[in-house]
């Protein structure tokens, strides 16, 4: 297996990890208090934001709803964006789900 080096990027996920950036900044300020995991899901022109938390408060419901805005600002108008939420007890991450998560509460 070849690995991508900076002069040579051709094996590196190159729009995932584009689309793992804007996640971020688009989550900045926003993730819901109650949150225990951010995350998205990059299948190509569609992103599928993933959240899991203790509750859902109309608060949380709104920074959910704002970062979604505020990716699809980001990637532009050809992008399907789009969100689903898990209420859980604790979070639930595998490096081998399909999901780049970029916030983890401390748990």
């Known amino acids: 297996m070849t690995l991508p080096t900076p002069e040579d990027p051709a094996r590196a996920p190159i729009w995932e990890n584009y689309a793992t950036a804007q996640t971020s900044q688009a989550s900045l300020g ?34 959910m709803n704002d970062i979604v805005s505020e990716l699809e600002a980001l990637v532009g108008q050809d992008i ?9 007890t604790h979070p639930k991450v595998d490096p081998h789900d399909g999901v780049r998560w970029v916030y983890l509460a401390r748990w």
């Open 30 to 63: 926003l993730i819901p208090e109650h949150a225990y995991a951010v995350g998205v899901e990059v299948k190509g022109r569609h992103l599928r934001l993933r959240f899991q938390l203790s509750h859902v408060t109309e608060a949380g419901e709104e920074d």
């Open 80 to 88: 399907f964006v789009d969100s689903t939420f898990e209420i859980t």
